[in-house]
């Protein structure tokens, strides 16, 4: 059972979590303008590094996205930032 | 205390474990083994026990897989060894061991293969397995599970364990000692060491005063089976046997693992004779249960052994004490006749007389717990042990888990572990090495359970399963339950001997929870019946059972199947008006400055022109075009709309919603709240739904201008919705849950006399069926497309951005084959549910019946159907295949009833 | 030396005690240069080696494995064999392997203990009833055994299921896969690494490929821990790696790597002849020859490469075993482990070309049933340069095209 620091709520047990994506997604607009590649590359591709990787996650209860670093291999966190402010991770 | 085993009537007294009753009734078989079925006597006292595993019934409740060692004794208990065709002392399956060489390890692997394995496998099967467990019993009971914490996590109540809890509770720290044991002091006990000048008992027992004293906590009989991430451990605090023991998830700043050692066998030839003992366990039933294991004592030991025979020779024994180990003496034969140990002979010749050996082959560390949180070990070549390397930030192990072996040296890691300092302390206590020898002609045993011996270790050498992992896999070494804590060290060191490398090369197999086998019952704890996942429940479930509804669950919901009739439900709502409990209905506020754009984002349909007091119908796409749910989209006012999406995607929408808000918008000027359970939700519907609206006076207009198809007034707390999916006139009354039962009587009174009927969702699935209206999931799949259910127009006129919009038009989604809903018609009774769309002749499919049902209106069958390319074949006359049979249907549009759509306005 | 397995081998060698055995592999070092580099010494990397000596005469193979054979989740599965696939390309793919299964202990001359004792899909609703014959009709389309149980039928094959009037999950019937079963698995990495061993492939324990060599702007080679190797031809079959090695090579998968937990309990005489999943408790079990019952479920939800087991998966796991039976409940747990594996968003393989590497990835929790076929279709891409007709709709292309194969798609689990 992991924990992981909410900016919102503080250390909450892992099943209240949600990973979403890796973090520096952008989606690619307009539609009309997208080819198929770039499209399926946003939706699909995934870097699934090894180590240290950068996230975005939910915690459900209060529904917050937010960022997180941590090492995929250790499972150790390293920090997290809200999406609301600048604060370091 | 009396019992049986394997029939016979024994007894035992309070205290005693199942062992050491066996021992006080001088019962030396008390297993067979897995494979040979050799005879098997008890090798250990506690958790290493390889042998003595039983079947115990207590009260007609039979538990399989016992370690004597560990179960406690209780009167009345049935005892049964596993392993024995009959029973553990005569068991007609022995024989086989006589063919033992003909069936090395994995000999299965090379045999079997004419004609087939599956001809000769249900006698493998019978043959294996352990206990034989009860099908017939159902749940065990419940396990409670908690939740705790602490400063310092002490695990080992041993000499290192005691000192160091009780040290740093001293230095006020939050400290909690566990142990798996029911009183403190570890190997103390089993040794009857005295410490400052005290019996171990009163020592540890006075130990444990200390701590309780200084605010310190200790949790006897918990073992800690398991180290996970994030710094959790996982313990099994026993109840009375046989309830399930209570689990605790436990995390600690910082732990010390003082969990001792376990002592190996040596390993000579006819090693495993009932009799031969571990010296450790010799001591433990004698000083723990003051009974002796034999009369008639040979201890053979690496280390010095005197104090041990001084002990059991003032309890009667005789003893000698024979040096083992390099450069010393080696057992050459044991003497084994009917049933009994006789005696040793020695490879010089020397013949030794005794019904009992105690054997020791030194220590290996309990280093289980560290390894498991993927901590190092070393090997040091002075006690020829891994150690635990001091490379986990958040655990100090000490004393015999870190090859501190004497009282002294461990207390002094403890006083330093308890500060926070990693011990440096090395206690000089060589060992003499004793690892098998190679190439005998007999067999020496090292994994004790799982039959597995010097010359199969040899034997994976020799076929070049020579990695660890290869090693335990190939042979079955360590796999048995009590994985391998006796047999790994010495299978490792032959492994090491064969490949010519030190031990330290050979690496050791990866330490994997539990460290001691832990009831399933306990780790599932709660979770069971109907508490493994609870449906969702009406507020009006009791009015609905009071009318007689039955109940199914829908999508999570508990809701009611049918009240009285399915098909005159349907007639109801078709020629009268009925009542339905929409609740479950998903009510998902979207409000804000934003809240038009972003819906406009969020749907496939262009939601920002709806004007207040209107709704649309609309889908919602995944990124990936694919519809995820349908539903209607009330404007409450500019900036604040409802959603109302299907019942059993309410969460799922909820958070899709709110994780685009997040990600795409200015989360201050959008806001989405789930206001579902909030509200409960009555739905009339049927010809006469407006007449019985004018009859209820909500004091709202109900004409055609003011309150049309798709609209939405509030009024006096009350939300009344004019939206259809039975295709005639509806309205949805909204209410406060709390509300519901009021309104739910108001209706039926009032109702008497518009010929009102209840209706459940049966007959819902059947009469919005009867429109062609779908439920996502159902009559979608995870393929389709907006575009494939007829609603093409915003993927070929939206210019806005919207979610799945690219996904829309890929290679797949432009193909004119696409899976299509449309109808299909057919004769005699419905379609069956799930039954693939052939073209005349072919087999292949071409999609499938997705909701089927017989049409009270149409006094026929109807069905819905995803078809490939199915829009533009309608007409065709097309097979649908069930379970080998076929029949012919027509594709047709999906709209059965009132195509015009006539009846909505009526 | 004795080769040949055999019982009459047995008994020989049981007369002269066991000592004529060959190594089922020999132990080497890689050469500079060969025809083709399998990368992976897991069950399809070790079948590629050996179809591709067996059936297409390449027989200049190096076999590069970073650890022990089967060390990865080849050696961490449940062990179940199937092919009760919903899309026809699913179904060639798996029933494929299934087939290649039913002969292979003969044709590798290794008992694999491949058990054809069948596999229950269980249903719990009248909805899911739909939903399985849904299942049934396409399988039975798809030339597939398969056939809809009543639970009369089920509790008559497994009675410890759970039939109480308070189960969670009433049974309601099932979709049954009679060739479905269970095989030994670290037997089946084994057999095809004997088998390639003796067409002459090199197999390379703790060699770990660290790098590509490139010349002339092609792939000419990997680079590894026991020094370059040479070829014209590389594979690939790396789960929980793939993303990794192909980041070295500058190639995005569409990847994303979980732990998957197995667990099993401590063996007890046989009570369950057959494997039975339930969607809705979310777990499966059978029992394996050994008496033991080996279940697993869900994947955890924290992505990652750890191959160790956590507790809020296993726990529910758990639970699902004992709504399923409850008289398991008297059972202990023996051991839990875990597998690194790498899903792709539709949940099949991705077989294929991706840059100038044939990889065989994506197989996520169901890559041990496929391993004949992944490695008959590895083999012939290596081989020819060109997809297999069954291997051709798994290309990566499809995720640009959006032809994706979603069992999920169609199993009416909500999307």
């Known amino acids: 059972m992991q924990v992981f620091p909410c900016p919102f709520c503080g250390p909450r047990s892992e099943p209240e979590f949600l990973f979403v994506t890796e973090m520096g997604k952008t989606r690619p607009e307009p539609a009309a303008s997208v080819s198929a590649e770039v499209w399926a590359a946003y939706l699909h591709h995934v870097q699934n590094l090894k180590g240290e990787v950068a996230e975005v996650w939910q915690h459900i ?14 499972m150790e966190v390293m920090g997290v930032q809200s999406l609301r402010n600048g604060d370091a991770l | 205390m009396n019992f049986t085993f394997d029939g016979m009537d024994l007894t035992g007294r309070p205290g005693d474990s199942l062992a050491s009753a066996l021992v006080r009734a001088d019962v030396r078989i008390v297993n067979r083994s897995f494979k040979y079925h050799r005879p098997r006597g008890l090798w250990g006292a506690w958790v290493e026990e390889p042998n003595a595993i039983v079947d115990v019934t207590l009260n007609g409740i039979r538990t399989p897989n016992c370690r004597a060692t560990t179960t406690p004794l209780l009167a009345g208990m049935k005892v049964e060894s596993v392993n024995s065709a009959l029973i553990a002392r005569c068991d007609p399956m022995a024989v086989l061991d006589r063919f033992a060489r003909f069936i090395p390890a994995a000999f299965y692997y090379k045999t079997f293969l004419w004609p087939s394995w599956r001809l000769f496998e249900p006698t493998i099967r019978k043959m294996a397995g352990l206990g034989r467990m009860d099908g017939a019993l159902g749940f065990a009971p419940e396990a409670p599970q908690r939740h705790d914490g602490a400063g310092v996590l002490v695990i080992g109540a041993g000499p290192a364990g005691l000192q160091a809890a009780l040290d740093a509770a001293n230095a006020g720290q939050d400290v909690l000692l566990v142990d798996d044991r029911d009183t403190p002091g570890g190997s103390l006990i089993d040794r009857a060491e005295a410490v400052d000048g005290q019996s171990a008992a009163d020592w540890s027992t006075a130990m444990i005063a200390a701590l309780s004293a200084a605010g310190g906590r200790y949790l006897p009989a918990t073992t800690a089976f398991g180290a996970y991430d994030h710094g959790m451990f996982l313990l099994a605090e026993r109840r009375r046997f046989p309830l399930p023991p209570a689990l605790i998830r436990l995390r600690a700043d910082r732990v010390i693992l003082a969990s001792g050692a376990i002592e190996r066998p040596l390993t000579f030839i006819d090693n495993d004779r009932p009799g031969v003992m571990s010296l450790h366990a010799g001591l433990s039933y004698l000083n723990r249960h003051a009974t002796l294991p034999g009369k008639h004592i040979a201890i053979l030991s690496t280390a010095e052994a005197e104090p041990a025979a001084r002990q059991l020779r003032a309890a009667g024994a005789s003893v000698e004490v024979i040096e083992a180990g390099e450069g010393r003496a080696e057992v050459g034969a044991v003497h084994w006749r009917s049933g009994h140990l006789r005696g040793l002979t020695l490879r010089d010749g020397r013949r030794i007389d005794c019904d009992t050996v105690l054997a020791s082959g030194g220590w290996t560390p309990a280093v289980h717990l560290h390894s498991q949180t993927g901590g190092k070990l070393d090997w040091r070549e002075d006690i020829q042990a891994y150690v635990p390397r001091a490379d986990r930030p958040k655990i100090i192990t000490i004393g015999a888990a870190a090859g501190t072996y004497a009282t002294d040296d461990a207390r002094a890691e403890a006083a330093l572990a308890a500060k926070g300092n990693r011990p440096t302390i090395r206690t000089d206590l060589p060992v003499r090495k004793a690892w098998p020898r190679l190439g005998q002609s007999s067999r020496a045993w090292v994994d004790f359970q799982n039959d597995v011996t010097v010359k199969d270790v040899e034997l994976a050498g020799r076929e070049n399963m020579r990695s660890v992992e290869h090693l335990k896999r190939y042979t079955t070494l360590g796999m048995a339950n009590d994985q391998g804590k006796i047999a790994n060290m010495a299978g490792l060191a032959t492994m090491a001997a064969i490949r010519q490398v030190p031990i330290s090369q050979v690496g050791t197999t990866t330490f994997r929870p539990p460290f001691d086998p832990v009831s399933l019952a306990t780790l599932a704890g709660p979770r069971r019946e109907a508490r493994f996942s609870p449906p969702k429940r009406l507020a009006l479930e009791a009015v609905h059972r009071t009318a007689g509804a039955t109940f199914r669950e829908y999508g999570g919901w508990l809701r009611p199947t049918v009240y009285t009739d399915i098909r005159a439900e349907v007639r109801a709502a078709r020629e009268h008006v009925t009542l339905f409990d929409a609740s479950p209905l998903g009510k998902i506020d979207v409000y804000g400055p934003d809240a038009a754009r972003f819906l406009d984002f969020i749907y496939y349909n262009t939601m920002g022109t709806l004007k207040p007091g209107r709704a649309r119908y609309g889908f919602l796409l995944t990124e990936g075009g694919i519809v995820l749910d349908d539903g209607i989209l009330f404007r409450l006012t500019d900036n604040h709309f409802s959603v109302s999406c299907s019942s059993s995607h309410v969460d799922q929408v909820a958070n899709i919603l709110d994780l685009w808000r997040q990600d795409q918008f200015d989360p201050s000027r959008v806001f989405i709240q789930d206001a579902t359970p909030h509200w409960a939700t009555l739905t009339l519907a049927g010809p006469k739904a407006r007449a019985l609206m004018a009859r209820l006076d909500f004091g709202i207009p109900l004409d055609e201008t003011s309150m049309p198809h798709l609209s ?47 209706q459940g969702v049966e007959a819902l699935a059947i009469l919005r069926m009867e429109k062609g209206l779908i439920f996502v999931g159902r009559d979608t799949d995870g393929t389709t497309m907006p575009h494939d259910l007829g609603f093409p ?66 006094a026929k069958p109807i069905a819905l159907a995803l078809i490939a390319g199915g829009l533009s074949r309608m007409g065709e006359a097309v097979e649908v295949y069930h379970l080998g049979q076929r029949r012919t249907a027509t594709i047709c549009p999906a709209c059965f009833v009132d195509p015009e759509w006539e009846r909505l306005n009526a | 030396m004795t080769r040949h397995y055999s019982a009459i081998s047995l008994l020989k060698e049981g007369l002269s005690g066991q000592k004529g055995w060959a190594p089922a592999w020999r132990h080497a070092s890689p050469k500079k240069e060969y025809d083709a580099i399998i990368i992976g010494g897991g069950g399809h990397g070790l079948a590629a080696a050996h179809y591709l000596a067996k059936i297409h005469g390449i027989k200049r193979v190096a076999l590069i494995e970073k650890g022990w054979l089967g060390g990865g989740n ?42 054809q004792r069948g596999m229950m899909v269980l249903a719990h609703s009248e909805g899911e009833m739909e939903i399985a014959a849904r299942s049934t009709n396409a399988m039975q ?30 049974i309601w019937g099932a979709v049954n896969q009679p060739r479905a079963g269970t095989a030994r698995h670290d037997a089946v990495a084994w057999a095809y690494a004997r088998a390639a061993n003796a067409h002459g492939v090199d197999i390379c324990e703790t060699c770990e490929v660290t790098g590509f060599i490139r010349e002339a702007g092609c792939v000419a080679g990997v680079e590894t821990t026991k020094g370059e190797v040479r070829a014209s031809r590389i594979g690939m079959a790396v789960a929980g790696q793939s993303s990794h090695l192909m980041t070295i090579l500058g190639e995005a998968l569409p990847l994303r790597t979980y732990t998957l937990q197995a667990f099993v309990s401590e063996p007890v005489k046989p009570i369950m002849d057959t494997v039975a999943f339930s969607p809705k408790s979310g777990t499966y079990f059978s029992q394996s020859d050994k008496g033991e019952m080996v279940f697993g479920g869900a994947l955890d939800r924290v992505p990652g490469f750890t191959q160790r087991g956590n507790p809020p998966v296993m726990e529910a796991v758990i639970a699902g075993l004992l709504e399923m039976a409850p008289s398991l409940s008297h059972l202990r747990m023996l051991r839990h482990w875990a597998g690194a594996v790498d899903v792709t968003p539709d949940s099949s393989p991705i077989i294929g070309p991706v840059g100038e590497v044939m990889v065989s990835c994506g197989w996520g929790t169901g890559g041990f049933k496929a391993i004949p076929a992944g490695g008959v279709l590895l083999a012939h891409l290596l081989a020819t340069g060109e997809h297999h007709p069954v291997s051709r709709p798994f290309d990566i292309s499809r995720f640009a095209s959006g032809a994706l194969i979603d069992e999920g798609a169609a199993s009416g689990i909500a999307h």
């Open chain 3, 141 to 170: 389309l798809n030339g597939v055994d398969a056939e809809l149980l009543t639970r009369a039928e089920i509790q008559k094959r497994a009675p410890i299921l759970n039939f109480s009037p308070e189960a969670r999950f009433p």
């Open chain 2, 712 to 758: 939405i007034v509030q009024k006096d707390g009350m939300r009344i919705a004019r939206v259809s999916f039975t295709g005639d006139c509806s309205y949805e009354i909204s209410v406060r849950a709390t509300h519901a039962a009021t309104l739910w009587h108001r209706i039926v009174t009032a109702g008497r006399n518009f010929g009102l009927a209840l």
């Open chain 3, 74 to 115: 080849t050696g961490r599965n449940t062990t179940v064999i199937r092919s009760n696939y919903f899309y026809p390309e699913s179904a060639a793919l798996f029933d494929m392997a299934l087939k290649l299964y039913e002969g292979l202990s003969r044709e590798l001359n290794y008992n694999l203990m491949f058990s």
């Open chain 1, 61 to 74: 209860p209060c529904g917050q996205l937010y960022l997180m670093r941590r090492d995929s291999t250790t």
């Open chain 2, 793 to 858: 127009a915003p993927r070929d006129k939206k210019q806005a951005e919207f979610v799945g919009k690219r996904s829309l038009f890929t290679q797949t989604a432009n193909r004119s084959d696409r899976m299509q809903l449309v109808g299909l018609s057919c004769d005699g009774a419905a379609l069956p549910v799930g039954g693939h769309v052939l073209a005349k002749g072919a087999s292949d499919s071409q999609g499938y019946v997705t909701s089927a049902a017989y049409s009270p209106t149409l």
